[in-house]
Nanobody, 125 residues
Framework: QVQLVESGGGSVQAGGSLRLSCAAS????????MGWFRQAPGKERDFVGA????????YYADSVKGRFTISRDNAKNTLYLQMNSLKPEDTAVYYC??????????????????WGQGTQVTVSS
């Protein structure tokens, strides 16, 4: 059974940092594009950042650029999201995803095939 499991979420004050992890099991995603998305209450799921199969390329939403860093360790089959200078508007459930058909950057969430269950991030002012 293929699974993506996020961890590392929690509550933090504005200006703080968190590091999310997304551990994959059941198959390797070392040749696949992966990404992070987030969904705040009452809002649609939004793109946060994406990474190419080997980590050579990354792309971020304007709202997180310069504050968030996405990385991956293919040997561990794990995706990461380092979040610094967190703001209250970053509060959301964060999801990782994998796209089986692409190896470069993928922004469109409809193209992703596997999703994690999400991890809550709450930033207080």
């Amino acid at each position: 059974q293929v699974q993506l499991v996020e961890s590392g979420g929690g509550s933090v004050q504005a200006g703080g940092s968190l590091r999310l992890s997304c551990a994959a099991s059941g198959r390797t995603f070392s040749t696949n594009a992966m990404g992070w998305f987030r969904q705040a209450p009452g809002k649609e799921r939004d793109f946060v950042g994406a990474i190419s199969w080997n980590g050579g390329s990354t792309y971020y939403a304007d709202s997180v650029k310069g504050r968030f860093t996405i990385s991956r360790d293919n040997a561990k089959n794990t995706l990461y999201l380092q979040m610094n200078s967190l703001k209250p508007e970053d509060t959301a459930v964060y999801y990782c995803a994998a796209d089986l058909d692409d190896w470069e950057i993928v922004v469109d969430l409809t193209l992703y095939d596997y999703w994690g269950q999400g991890t809550q991030v709450t930033v207080s002012s």
